[in-house]
């Protein structure tokens, strides 16, 4: 069965490497570099699926497997239609592979060759996830793009237990892209996740290794985890260069808004995070020019939008008075109004990348950006 | 200075009184019957001021003096052009006058003839409402309705109780009418409001000292304080035939959606509550043929909307299923989604009565809906 999934590189920056690129997919054309809205339970916390189209344009969100297949369940969603009939999403969706749930809700019971024994945070019942039973639960989710089960280590680990970690990471990618292969029917994609702490030479290898599946694209996992900001650049820096030109690279869970261009830079296609949809619900707003606190008095009787540059529904309506009235009044409508703010600023920040790559003017953007986040 | 202010009797049903009419404000003109959303604290809950308008329709919302005395403050609304530029809602507002907050939020210190003095449910601060600094505040807050100072007596009370509070209603009534007739401008209509327990012989006094105010519209208060229903609807019989037929007929605080016609079936044009969004919080949606408890198991992969007759957002794209998902996992799309389809139907249900009066099928459509809700 054939398959519309295809990325296709538009243009290329020659000084950075930065990448501009269309991913075709089942659910429409992804335009990169792209940031997708964690949706972790199926839902993005407080935006409507119509308003993520009209207000923010999002081509692609993220689903998170170890959440819905504790609730609802796997088989819930298959006989709802996978996720995009399940949430009514007609666009694509990504979904991680629970990984880094199940190492990092502290649900972790034991890591096995075979994969690993955990507990539900939710009633602490026990599950195991293997690397192919991660699969069937993308497969039954039907997402897009489905990730492999990896082993996330927390920062610091010593070399010896990174090498460990990481040789798994691999031998589990192994499993896993064998069981999607058996199973590709063409509407889903499936990414492998390097790993390696932060030792370069683990990253290597373990991004030669999983070069050897040809896979749909990669990812960069195991960053965001507490390292210093320069030392997941760095990883990225050694990582990125390894993979195939052909392939979109996906950094997962990265990052605050001066971060989204850095990654750029170093030749990213993807990114995550749930950074502007936690900070808006609790009360920090990104902005062009730096970060709006909006329970500060200052905005007590203050008429003027949060980011006067911004034309999301919250910036062409409503004051920061208003604005931290309903934070401070507890109002639910005030988490609306500063995600969509706040998801709408990362995504015109990833236009305006894409826009810059496509007109050859991406170094200057980035050293702009550069000059106004120091 | 004139005044668009007006109330326009459109149709009277012969059989039972209930009337269409239209009433005219500075933001808009509103049919009646009309239900009014309760936006508490300068926001209905979970819902966009965009979406009251482009998926309710909703003519005229009501907000909370208590709520919005104590913050964000008066002055600081009325320096962002009062409620409507606070807000940015460009419709009609109708604002209580705090009476019911202070008496039913247990931070009641102290009635006086002068006024009450009442303690801050936020930080314990004490406070007086004066029958004259109620309606300068909602100057403030510059509703297009505002509504006098009363006091709200805990049900049940003695006919002696009850006569001493509705004497002070009434002298508080004149007062702040007085203070109103004052500073009216033709910006702000003004509603005393009748009161009386559950005495018709005090409802009835009440409602003719009432009178002698020539008022621009009357409400009904004091009703939905833990009496039966037909206590509620036998107060609403007892005193709207006594209040001027051209003016608009306001009951406070009711009701659940069988009771709609009925206060329609007595001659009242306007209600208000917060049991559709509270409700919708809670799991509950009401439907044409009943209520929908969604956490019910019996929905856990149920491919139907909540009400396959209702045309709202939400029963337009997402299954019962999903739906309960979402209450489940507490995922806040939850609430807008069910606030949205109850408010929806309430103002269906007001726009159903509103064109069977005008048909003149109205007492048709009260025995068709007796009928359901048996």
Same mark, same amino acid.
């Given at each position: ?62 689903? *998170?497997?170890? %959440?819905?297949?504790?609730? #609802? ?5 298959? @006989? ?40 539900? %945070?939710? *009633? ?14 993308? /497969? ?16 610091? @680990? ?14 589990? @990618? ?8 058996? %199973?590709?029917?063409?509407?889903? *994609? ?12 683990? /990253? /290597? ?22 390292? #210093? ?35 750029? &830079? ?13 900070? &808006? ?9 730096? /970060? ?16 006067? *540059? ?10 920061? &008075? ?6 401070? &009044? ?33 170094? @200057? ?10």
């Amino acid at each position: 069965m054939g398959s519309v999934f295809r990325f296709e590189l538009q243009a290329v920056c020659p000084e950075t490497g930065a990448r501009a690129g269309l991913l075709h997919t089942p659910h429409g054309v992804i335009e990169t570099p792209v940031f997708m809205p964690v949706g972790t339970q199926a839902a993005i916390k407080g935006v409507l699926q119509r308003d993520l189209i009209s207000d923010l344009d999002a081509k692609i969100i993220l689903a *998170n497997t170890y %959440h819905l297949f504790l609730r #609802p369940g796997p088989e819930v969603v298959r @006989a709802l239609g996978g996720l995009h009939g399940f949430m009514n999403w007609p666009r694509a969706v990504l979904t991680d592979s629970g990984g880094f749930q199940v190492f990092s809700l502290d649900t972790l019971r034991k890591v096995t060759e075979e994969g690993v024994l955990f507990r539900s %945070h939710l *009633n602490g019942d026990q599950h195991m996830f293997t690397p192919e039973s991660t699969i069937d639960v993308q /497969r039954a989710l039907g997402s897009d793009i489905m990730m492999v089960l990896d082993e996330c280590l927390a920062y610091p @680990a010593s070399h010896e237990a990174a090498r460990a970690s990481t040789d798994r990471t691999v031998r589990w @990618a192994r499993a896993a892209y064998t069981h999607y292969r058996q %199973h590709a029917d063409g509407t889903q *994609n499936c990414f492998p996740i390097v790993q390696g702490s932060m030792f370069p030479d683990l /990253r /290597r290898q373990c991004a030669e290794q999983l070069l050897e599946l040809d896979a749909d694209g990669y990812a960069i996992g195991g960053l965001s985890v507490g390292e #210093p900001r320069a030392l997941s650049l760095e990883m990225t820096e050694v990582v990125a260069p390894l993979l195939p030109p052909g392939r979109p690279r996906y950094v997962m869970g990265v990052g605050m808004p001066d971060e989204l261009p850095e990654y750029v &830079a170093r030749g990213i296609d993807m990114m995550d995070c749930v950074l502007p949809s936690r900070n &808006a619900r609790n009360g920090y707003f990104f902005t062009l020019t730096g /970060r709006v606190v909006i329970k500060q008095s200052q905005y007590k009787d203050d008429a003027a939008p949060i980011d006067s *540059n911004c034309s999301c529904y919250t910036c062409r309506n409503f004051s920061r &008075a208003y604005l931290r009235h309903l934070f401070l &009044a507890g109002e639910m409508t005030f988490s609306t109004l500063a995600t969509l703010h706040n998801l709408r600023r990362y995504l015109d920040i990833m236009r305006e990348i894409r826009e810059s790559i496509l007109d050859g003017k991406f170094p @200057a953007y980035l050293r702009e950006r550069r000059k106004v986040s120091e």
